[in-house]
C-alpha cells in the first residue's frame, strides 16, 4: 500500500511537470512575440526591447522555463502587466471567491446526486426513476452558462427574490450568500445530473446482491438498507466520478462567475486576456491544470482506500 | 429474433438529423439574411414576418439560429474529425508497436487530460487573440487524447485474433495490419466515441463563443447570441430563450445517439436499465 501511494506521488509530480512544460511551450514558445502582443502593434522598438529584457525573453527557453518554475515553486509567479504588482497577491485576492463557489456547488452536486440517484435506484423502473434519468439527460444536455440565464431571469428579474450578478464582499454575509446561490445551484444542478446516473447504476448493481436481500429479509427498513448496506459499497465508482467532476467543477466556476460577474479567478483569466498579461494567464492556467491533476491523483488513492479489494493487486 | 432499436437511439438519431437538416437548409436558405440589420424593426414580438421576432439591431431571430446551426456543425465536425484522425493513428501506433512507444502515448495522453477544452482555449487566446479557429484547435486537441485511448484499448483486442496472427504469417507489416485489419474492426468503438464527442464539441464550442473566446462578430453563433441576449435580458428576455434551446436540442441528440449506437454494437457496455 505505501509503495502503491509512493509510486502515484512520484507520477502526480511528473504529470505536473510535463503539464508545465506544456503550458509553458503554448504561451512561449509558439510563434509570435508576447512583447508585441502586450505592448500592440505600433509600440516603439525601445519600449518592445526594455520589455523583453525585462520579461527575459533575450535567455533561451529552457533557461526561462526552469527559472519560472523555481521561481514559481517558491511563490513568485512573475508581475501581472496590467495590474502592475506581483501576480500571486492578485490570485491571492481572488482565490476566496473560487474556492467558495467550487466547494459550495460540490456539496450542493454530490448531496443533490446521491438523493436523486438512490432515490431512482430505489424506485427502479418506476415512475420516480423515469422522472430522475429524464432530468439528468437533460441537464447533461444543458449548458451551465444558459441555465444560469434563465435562473436570472426567473428569480432575479421576474421574482425579484436574489441578485442577478455582482458579488457585495463578505463583510455582509447574508447579502454574499444571496449572491451565491443562483450561481452555486447552477454549477451543481448541470454536475449532479451526470453523477446522479452514475449513483443510480452503482446502487443498482450493489442491490442485486445476495447481501442485500439478507438484510431486509432479517428485517432491516428499506431505507437504513439503501443507506448503510448499499451505498458504502457502491460508492467506489461514485468517488471516481466526483474526483473527475471535481476539475470540470472548478472549470465551471470560471464560466459561471463570469456569468455572475463573480470577481473570483474565472474573472481575472479573462480581464488577462482581454489586457494581454501574459504572465498573469499563464500562472492562472498552470494553477486551474494543476488543481485538475490534483484531483486526479487524490481519487486514484480514495480509490484504493474505498475498495480494499484494490489493495492486493496494487 | 431481432430487438428493437433503442429508444435513445430514436430520438437521437431524429433529433441530431433535425439539425443535420436545418444546418444544410440554411447555406442555400434562411428566411431573412442573418446579418442584415434593420433597426426600425427591433425587438419585434414573435409573428408571421419573423417567427421568434427580432434582435436588438432588427435582425431575424430565426435566421441567426439557422445559420449559427450550420456553424455549430462545421466546428464539431472539423474538430472532432482532427482530433478523431490523430487520436485513432496515435492509438493503432501505441497497439501496434506495444513496448516503450505504447507507455509513452498512453502517458502523453494522460497529460492531454489535464486540459479541458476551456483551459487550452484560454491559452491559445491569450497568445493569438480569440478566434473560432482557435476554438476548433482547442476542441480537437483534446480530442486526441479520447480518441487514442478508445482506439487503443478496441485495437488491442483485434491483435489477439487468430486472423491477425495468420496476417503476420503471412508476412504483412504491423502497419499494413493496422490498416487493413485493425482499423475495419474498431470501426463501431470509434465511430460511438465521435458521435458522443460530436455532442461534446457543440456544447464546448456554444461556451467558447459566449465567453468570447470562439465565434466573433458577426459569425452567427448560439452561445455568442446568448451573451448579447444576457446583456438584454430586463428589455427582451425572450432572446435568451431559444440558442439555448437549440444547444440543448443539439447535444441531446448527438449524445442520445451515441448512447443509442453503444448499446446497439456493443451490449455489454450497456448500462443497468
Known amino acids: ?314 | 429474433m431481432r430487438r428493437p432499436l433503442p429508444v435513445n437511439l430514436m430520438i437521437g438519431a431524429a433529433l441530431a438529423a433535425l439539425v443535420l437538416l436545418v444546418a444544410f437548409v440554411s447555406v442555400f436558405w434562411t428566411p431573412y439574411d442573418h446579418a442584415a440589420m434593420n433597426i426600425p424593426a427591433k425587438f419585434q414580438e414573435p409573428g408571421a414576418a419573423h417567427w421568434l421576432g427580432t434582435d436588438q439591431l432588427g435582425r431575424d431571430v430565426v435566421s441567426q439560429l439557422m445559420a449559427a446551426a450550420a456553424n455549430s456543425m462545421t466546428v464539431a465536425l472539423v474538430a472532432v474529425l482532427i482530433g478523431g484522425s490523430i487520436g485513432v493513428s496515435l492509438g493503432l501506433l501505441a497497439s501496434a508497436l506495444g513496448g516503450w512507444v505504447e507507455d509513452l502515448v498512453m502517458r502523453v495522453a494522460d497529460i492531454g487530460f489535464a486540459f479541458p477544452a476551456l483551459l487550452f482555449a484560454i491559452m491559445l487566446a491569450a497568445v493569438f487573440g480569440p478566434s473560432l479557429t482557435n476554438a476548433v484547435l482547442a476542441i480537437a486537441f483534446i480530442n486526441i487524447p479520447v480518441f487514442a485511448r478508445v482506439a487503443r484499448a478496441a485495437a488491442n483486442q483485434i491483435w489477439t485474433l487468430d486472423y491477425v496472427t495468420a496476417a503476420r504469417a503471412a508476412g504483412i507489416g504491423v502497419f499494413g495490419i493496422s490498416r487493413d485489419h485493425v482499423l475495419p474492426n474498431i470501426a463501431a468503438p470509434v465511430i460511438v466515441q465521435a458521435t458522443i464527442e460530436f455532442a461534446v464539441a457543440i456544447l464546448a464550442e456554444a461556451a467558447l463563443s459566449y465567453l468570447g473566446l470562439g465565434a466573433q462578430p458577426p459569425s452567427p453563433s448560439w452561445g455568442r447570441m446568448l451573451a448579447e441576449a444576457q446583456t438584454l435580458i430586463y428589455l427582451a428576455p425572450q432572446l435568451a430563450i431559444y440558442p439555448g434551446l437549440c444547444i440543448m436540442i443539439a447535444v441531446l441528440g448527438f449524445g442520445l445517439l451515441g448512447d443509442g449506437l453503444r448499446d446497439v454494437t456493443d451490449p455489454r457496455l450497456s448500462r443497468v436499465r
Open chain 1, 1 to 314: 500500500m505505501a509503495f502503491f501511494i509512493f509510486r502515484r506521488c512520484v507520477g502526480f509530480v511528473l504529470t505536473l511537470l510535463a503539464v508545465s512544460v506544456v503550458v509553458f511551450a503554448v504561451m512561449n514558445i509558439l510563434p509570435g512575440d508576447p512583447a508585441l502582443t502586450i505592448l500592440g502593434l505600433d509600440a516603439s522598438e525601445d519600449a518592445l526591447a526594455a520589455l523583453r529584457a525585462q520579461l527575459g525573453l533575450n535567455d533561451p527557453a529552457p533557461v526561462r522555463y526552469v527559472s519560472w518554475i523555481v521561481n514559481a515553486v517558491q511563490g513568485d509567479l512573475g508581475r501581472s502587466h496590467s495590474f502592475g504588482v506581483p501576480v500571486f497577491g492578485l490570485i491571492g485576492e481572488r482565490l476566496g471567491m473560487t474556492v467558495a463557489l467550487a466547494v459550495s456547488g460540490m456539496v450542493v452536486t454530490v448531496a443533490l446526486a446521491l438523493v436523486m440517484g438512490i432515490g431512482a435506484a430505489s424506485n427502479h423502473r418506476r415512475f420516480g426513476d423515469w422522472g430522475v434519468m429524464f432530468l439528468s439527460q437533460i441537464g447533461i444536455a444543458m449548458p451551465a452558462f444558459w441555465l444560469s440565464i434563465l435562473l436570472v431571469l426567473l428569480f432575479a428579474v421576474k421574482l425579484r427574490w436574489l441578485p442577478p450578478g455582482g458579488f457585495p464582499g463578505w463583510d455582509d454575509p447574508v447579502a454574499a450568500i444571496r449572491a451565491l446561490i443562483l450561481p452555486t445551484v447552477a454549477l451543481a444542478l448541470v454536475q449532479s445530473a451526470v453523477l446522479a446516473r452514475v449513483t443510480r447504476s452503482s446502487a443498482l448493481e450493489v442491490m442485486r446482491l445476495d447481501y442485500v436481500r439478507t438484510a431486509r429479509a432479517s428485517g432491516f427498513s428499506r431505507q437504513r438498507v439503501l443507506w448503510r448496506h448499499v451505498l458504502p459499497n457502491a460508492l467506489a465508482p461514485i468517488v471516481t466520478i466526483v474526483g473527475m467532476q471535481f476539475a470540470s467543477v472548478v472549470t465551471g466556476a470560471i464560466v459561471i462567475e463570469n456569468v455572475f460577474y463573480l470577481p473570483g479567478l474565472g474573472r481575472l483569466i479573462f480581464q488577462s486576456i482581454a489586457n494581454r498579461d501574459l504572465p498573469t494567464v499563464q500562472a492562472l492556467v498552470m494553477m486551474f491544470a494543476a488543481i485538475v491533476v490534483a484531483a486526479n491523483f487524490i481519487v486514484d488513492i480514495l480509490y484504493a482506500l474505498i475498495d480494499p479489494r484494490l489493495k492486493g493487486r496494487m
